[in-house]
């Protein structure tokens, strides 16, 4: 019997090293290198079909000119969201990796998805689930379609055999980490078999023009399983992310070949799947009548969605020693930092105090321009002053205290108005050359914290 070869593999960039190193010589990553064992037939790696005996000529180079195309029509899923974030569409032959933590709903928007396409032949392969589990799934879901197959394999070649007989014309792939190839002898969900798997399923989208969708496993800090070739192998990676308590979703592309990378999709998980959020704005902040003191409300921008989101803090003396700190949805280190501003140029003395910072909703934020936002909700609260909740904010805060222009400040003014709003702050820098008439809202340009303390606790 052969000798089994193996060869050690980066985690990260996925170069292959015949001994194992500490640093990767590719990406210089330290401790990556996995020992793996590797292909069989080596000559039919990365193909989809059993013989792919290759009878094409060479390619020859050609001028853009003579390379001939037709409008490739996009397939319309009939998600507003997922159509949008894709820039219009499913892609014929493009291979579209949608990653996320377990339990946020990534096979339940695939096989929404799959059933929402009732006119489009479907194949759902599911390594993880068994064909009646998935059943029982499509059973909540309110789609039904005739023409969604389901297959429960993980060896990609059964899987292309069934493919050839189905002839689907949009193939999904629950999840690549548990497909198998033979031609690699490592486990399922090893870098070379995640690779080598990838590789075969790119082979067939780009020969057959059958779009492919991946599920992809996440790790513990958030990146795709696998290595990180993997996110290059592919033409658009998709994030699905939210607080698995809570009921948001939001889907994010990172990479997008066909597309902006700047589009965000927003949903409601329901008992009946997934429902697409078209006026995120409206569910991102409390109805409330009464005004309650640490409540502000941001102008913010995701991606290129003006969004308004009501961010709350609770400032309180610390009964023991070391006061906490703690954010839910925005970065620690930002808030310390809009903490430390305050005690400086605002002469508040918030080193004794507890100071909490929750973003509603349970999204994730990370725009600068919530600041000053968040520095009116911790004022807010530390004085006990609550906010004329007509009123929101838009700005960044630098090191000296001052209120800094942000991008795009007009479809942030915009989404206010729309909302209902009566008045917005920005930084006085940010208003040249706008018409601000044009907009049924009062604008309070600031160019300091000290003016917004005065405009709006004075
Ligand atoms: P799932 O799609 O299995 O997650 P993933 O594939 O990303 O691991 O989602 C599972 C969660 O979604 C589960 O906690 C139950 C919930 N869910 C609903 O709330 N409504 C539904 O209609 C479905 C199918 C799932
Ligand atoms: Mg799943």
Redesign the pocket.
Known sequence: MAKIKTSFFCQNCGVESPKWTGKCPSCGEWNTFVEEVVQKEEAQRGSWKANNKSTKKANQPKTLGEITFEEQSRLITGDIELDRVLGGGIVPGSLVLIG??????????M?QIALMLSKTKVLYVSG?ESETQIKM?SE??QHHSDSCYVLSETKTQQIFQQIELLKPELLVI?SIQTLHSQYVESAAGSVSQVRECTAELMKFAKETGTPVFL?GHITKDGTIAGPKILEHMVDTVLQ?EGD?HLSYRILRTSKNRFGSTNELGIYE??????RPVTNPSEILMTQREEQLNGVAIGAMLEGNRPLLIEIQSLVSPATYGTPQRSSTGHDAKRLNMLLAVLEKRGGMRLGQQDVFLNIAGGLRVDDPGLDLAVVASIISSYEDKAIDPKICFAGEIGLGGEVRAVNRIENRIAEAAKMGFKKIMLSRYAIKGLELSKYPIEVLAVSKLEEMYRHIFL
């Open positions: 996320g933590e377990p339990g946020i709903g990534k096979s339940t928007l096989l993880e799934r909540r879901m629950d599920i699905f698995r998980m329901h008992a009946n799947g997934l």
